[in-house]
Antibody
Framework: QVQLQESGPGLVKPSETLSLTCSVSGGSMSSYYWTWIRQSPGKGLEWIGY???????KGNPSLKSRVSVLIDTSRRQFSLRLSGVTAEDTAMYYC??????????????WGQGIQVTVSS | QSVLTQPPSVSGAPGQTVTISCTGTSANIGANFDVHWYQQVPGAAPKLLIYHNSLRPSGVPDRFSGSKSATSASLVITGLQAEDEAEYYCHSYDNGLSPVVFGGGTRLTVL
């Protein structure tokens, strides 16, 4: 049974870079889409980006190339870096595992989420 | 505005049946991409409820079922229980700029 756990600072200053880590316990890290999803207060789910184990990465175009998702299989972790944050990036951030082919990927495991606030 | 359209809210009494719709376009559901559903109870992370249109992960009661047709999908919950009160989200793949698209969510209230 795979378990995911987010970690990182809960407060980030405007214009700085938000950095979060997701630790993966149980299961393989191969052949999955390691994904970040966020949820602004009172809002729905927004996909941020993913990294497929074999190197394919993709970010939400609405975030204008501010996103990078990296995998470190030796540490069983993957990370999110979101640059140039503004108050609009304040949200609950979830890491998730995407299973299946890219066009049929579903998120079958989720972390508990970490609240990140952007404020000076 | 979400790419997939869901009703903001639905409600039903215990024991009743409710249906939550998810309407897409020819770039996602209509292109025959699968639909997945998630349940998010207040204060918790989303949980996979239905995947590949109609499959249930182990542990999900068979009161929950999903279907897909043309450019829309539906989540049906039979025998409503108080514990079903939650937000429900649909998700699919999209041929456009963002491959992962969600519905805006539907709040289910058990009366």
């Amino acid at each position: 049974q795979v378990q995911l756990q987010e970690s990182g600072p809960g407060l980030v200053k405007p214009s700085e870079t938000l950095s979060l880590t997701c630790s993966v316990s149980g299961g393989s890290m191969s052949s999955y889409y390691w994904t970040w999803i966020r949820q602004s207060p009172g809002k729905g789910l927004e996909w941020i980006g993913y990294n497929y184990h074999y190197g394919t990465t993709k970010g939400n175009p609405s975030l204008k190339s501010r996103v990078s998702v990296l995998i470190d299989t030796s540490r069983r972790q993957f990370s999110l870096r979101l640059s140039g944050v503004t108050a609009e990036d304040t949200a609950m951030y979830y890491c998730a595992r995407g299973s299946g082919p890219v066009a049929g990927t579903h998120f079958d495991s989720w972390g508990q989420g970490i609240q990140v606030t952007v404020s000076s | 505005q979400s790419v997939l359209t869901q009703p903001p809210s639905v409600s039903g009494a215990p024991g009743q049946t409710v249906t939550i719709s998810c309407t897409g376009t020819s770039a996602n559901i209509g292109a025959n991409f699968d639909v997945h559903w998630y349940q998010q109870v207040p204060g918790a992370a989303p949980k996979l409820l239905i995947y590949h249109n109609s499959l249930r992960p182990s542990g999900v009661p068979d009161r929950f079922s999903g279907s897909k047709s043309a450019t829309s999908a539906s989540l049906v919950i039979t025998g409503l229980q108080a514990e079903d009160e939650a937000e429900y989200y649909c998700h699919s793949y999209d041929n456009g700029l963002s491959p992962v698209v969600f519905g805006g969510g539907t709040r289910l209230t058990v009366l």
